[in-house]
């Protein structure tokens, strides 16, 4: 079995400023990893993912994380918010060989001015 | 081209009535995934389709949830005799394979039993 957790559910931020965003996940086998983001009333859009090579990973809209096996987390970073950056992030763990998806409970952010 | 759709939007219905709720996935993609959002919850997996295997309905939470996929593109996810904890947001996701494809997410569909 694996599990998600996401360690802060309500993160607020200036504008201009950086985010981190926790994730971490347990799992016996090895994993891959996805942050998906849901913008508010719209459905859940593809952020990153991580697959294998590179342990750090780029993303849209400047969001980038870093695999860290060792510590099984995957943290979600970036430099400098924009208000548009307001959405609800959720990190989701997949097992080889297996079509499902684990989700963490999200994380909202809110960036203000 | 055309993304995962999903319809209706917004269902509101009384306790003890059948919902039918249908997602059109993105042409081409062979596996489909039904997830059930919560609030202030993450996102519980419900089914999965994947050509014309057997679907894995492990997920489900009762015998009063069901799914279907005709002729491996559109899927109908069936709550029979709803309660108010079968309120949420169900979500549908296709991806072009099986595996680790990346699965691209519909808009949902906010059922509110009341």
């Known amino acids: 079995a694996q599990s998600v957790t996401q360690l802060d559910s309500q993160v607020p931020v200036f504008e201009e400023a950086p985010v981190e965003l926790r994730c971490n996940y347990s799992?016996?086998?090895?994993?891959?990893l996805f942050w998906y983001v849901q913008y508010p009333n719209q459905g859940l859009q593809l952020l990153l993912k991580?697959?294998?090579?590179?342990?750090l990973v780029k993303g849209i809209n400047g969001f980038e994380a870093e695999f860290n096996k060792s510590q099984t987390s995957f943290h979600l970073r970036k430099p400098s918010v924009h208000i548009s950056d307001t959405a609800e992030y959720f990190c989701?763990?997949?097992?080889?060989?297996?079509?499902?998806?684990?989700f963490g409970a999200g994380t909202t952010v809110t960036v203000r001015a | 081209g055309a993304g995962v759709s999903q319809s209706p939007s917004n269902k509101v219905t009384e306790k003890g009535k059948d919902v039918e709720l249908r997602c059109d996935p993105i042409?081409?993609?062979?596996?489909l995934y039904w997830y059930r959002q919560s609030l202030g919850q993450g996102l519980e997996f419900l089914i999965y389709?994947?050509?014309?295997?057997?679907?894995?309905k492990s997920g489900l939470p009762s015998d009063r949830f069901s799914a279907e996929r005709t002729g491996g593109s559109v899927s109908t996810l069936t709550i029979q005799r709803t309660q108010q904890e079968d309120s949420a947001v169900y979500l549908c996701?296709?991806?072009?394979?099986?595996?680790?494809?990346?699965?691209?997410f519909g808009p949902g569909t906010r059922l509110t039993v009341l």
């Open positions: 996701a296709s991806s072009f394979n099986q595996g680790m494809g990346t699965q691209y």
């Open positions: 799992s016996s086998v090895s994993v891959y």
């Open positions: 991580y697959l294998s090579g590179s342990t």
């Open positions: 989701a763990v997949g097992r080889s060989n297996d079509y499902k998806l684990s």
């Open positions: 042409s081409g993609h062979t596996a």
């Open positions: 389709f994947q050509g014309n295997s057997a679907p894995d």
